[in-house]
């Protein structure tokens, strides 16, 4: 139970995935090492890349798409904005699928 309590620090959309891969070490019943090992070489890292592809990448392109098609159709920006959002959240869910099986 002491090694479920450790803080782990990740990017929401992709914790998904890595919760699934550290699902599916413990029902083989890896050894802990493994587990702290997966813990400690791709959460961190991970943390980074998935603040760099959605928050520094995907939202100002959303942005900038959505601010400059309101001049062109103004029906358009929310339904753009709103799919944007919902792939956002479907890498989450797709991850953590990807990951169990």
Do not use: Q
């Not at 599916?24 to 991970?46: D, Q």
């Not at 339904?79 to 944007?84: A, R, T, Y």
Request: hydrophobic share 50%; proline share 5%.
């Amino acid at each position: 139970m002491k090694d479920n309590m450790e803080f782990i620090n990740t990017s929401p959309p992709l914790v998904s995935m890595l919760m699934g891969l550290l699902l599916s070490l413990e029902e083989n019943k890896e050894k802990r090492s493994t587990i702290k090992g997966l813990k400690l070489a791709l959460f961190g890292p991970m943390a980074g890349i998935g603040d760099a592809i959605f928050w520094f990448t995907l939202l100002p392109v959303v942005a900038g798409i959505s601010l400059h098609s309101v001049n062109l159709v103004v029906y358009l920006v929310p339904s753009f904005s709103f799919l944007s959002i919902s792939l956002y959240f479907l890498c989450g869910f797709s991850g953590l699928i990807l990951a169990i099986t």
